[in-house]
């Protein structure tokens, strides 16, 4: 069972591209989310879904988009990477309820330059 | 609007000696607290849950927590550390509103020290 997979794992932008973080989940759940993780900072939320065609913005949503075409996919795209978006970034999918555990991916280490 | 407080960024102990995390919540409603431990290079593991069943919630790997809503705390505790437990650990609030989101603490990173 593979749970929450990331793709890519590592990748260096210059500042100004774009690019893609693929998520995927296999456990039929219904919410999906995007974190990033910084030193001293957690990890706090970027954009969320709860449902097939649905996107929100959670803390920190500048600079980022979402799409979620299919339930078990969640993508975040950076159209336009800065320096300041260096981070590595969660993706996490969780079923209804506020006490259901959230399942992380193993994370995409961002360097934009 | 929920937080979470970890107080100590970093945290060294002995091996076999008590590990004590401190994590501190706000919340205007009953809330679901996590602790999650993050190994390097890796995602987050969930190491126990607390869900108003009991206040004290045992977890993975020896480890528990004590939710005590006087002091609005749910620090993490383990009787003996082990070399195996040098991580860094998020305490975490769940969202009280539809999204269902976890707010996180800052982190502790905990040293085993042989």
């Known amino acids: 069972n593979a749970g929450v997979t990331q793709t890519p794992k590592f990748r260096v932008l210059k500042t100004g591209q774009s690019m893609t973080l693929l998520c995927a989940q296999d456990?039929?759940?219904?919410?999906m989310y995007w974190y990033r993780q910084d030193p001293g900072m957690g990890l706090r939320l970027i954009h969320y879904?709860?449902?097939?065609?649905?996107?929100a913005k959670g803390e920190v949503p500048d600079g980022y988009n979402v799409s979620r075409l299919k339930k078990q996919n969640f993508l975040l795209g950076l159209e336009s990477a800065a320096p300041s978006q260096t981070s590595v970034y969660f993706c996490a999918s969780s079923n209804r309820g506020g006490n259901t555990e959230a399942f992380f991916g193993q994370g995409t280490r961002l360097t934009v330059v | 609007a929920q937080s979470v407080t970890q107080l100590g960024s970093h945290v060294s102990v002995s091996e076999g000696a008590l590990v004590l995390l401190r994590c501190n919540y706000s919340s205007s409603v009953p809330p679901y607290l996590f602790w999650y431990v993050q190994y390097p290079n890796q995602g987050l593991q969930l190491l126990l849950k607390y869900t108003s069943a009991a206040t004290l919630v045992k977890g993975i790997n020896g480890f528990e927590a004590e939710f005590k809503k006087s002091e609005t705390s749910f620090h993490l505790t383990k009787p003996s550390a082990h070399m195996s437990d040098a991580a860094e650990y998020f305490c975490a609030v769940s969202d009280n509103t539809g999204r269902r989101a976890l707010t996180f603490g800052s982190g502790t990173r905990l040293q085993v020290q042989p």
């Open positions: 879904s709860v449902g097939e065609g649905t996107t």
């Open positions: 456990m039929n759940h219904e919410y």
